[in-house]
């Protein structure tokens, strides 16, 4: 198994910026990609990021590119979501998730990923 902990989460101004951490543990050998998703309140979770565990085949949610930033630093092992002029409707809780299949996937698909984070809340205010 992989266990994901999150931490970075808060509540910001809009335009601010902040950083998302998310550190695996367990079986990271196994790791294949990471995603970040998010969940707004009464909404779906939708597909935010993506990143393959060697640090390539980075893929963003229309709705981020330009202003998020996946990234991976092999060092502390460890996935980051650089969110910079943050919005309103940013506000959601953002969840990391492991894939650990290898295979062909659909890296925006939610069913794709096997482990998931606890979750960090982020509150953008206008």
């Known amino acids: 198994q992989v266990q994901l902990v999150e931490s970075g989460g808060g509540s910001v101004q809009a335009g601010d910026s902040l950083t998302l951490s998310c550190a695996p543990s367990?079986?990271?050998?196994?790791?294949?990609?990471m995603g970040w998703f998010r969940q707004a309140p009464g909404q779906e979770r939708e597909f935010v990021a993506h990143?393959?565990?060697?640090?390539?085949?980075?893929y963003y949610a229309d709705s981020v590119k330009g202003r998020f930033t996946i990234s991976r630093d092999n060092a502390k092992n460890t996935v980051y979501l650089q969110m910079n002029n943050l919005k309103p409707e940013d506000t959601a809780v953002y969840y990391c998730?492991?894939?650990?299949?290898?295979?062909?996937?659909?890296?925006?698909?939610?069913?794709?990923?096997?482990?998931w984070g606890q979750g960090a809340q982020v509150t953008v205010s206008s």
């Open positions: 998730a492991t894939k650990t299949q290898y295979g062909s996937y659909i890296y925006s698909d939610q069913d794709e990923y096997d482990y």
């Open positions: 367990g079986r990271t050998f196994s790791i294949y990609a």
């Open positions: 990143i393959r565990w060697s640090g390539r085949n980075i």
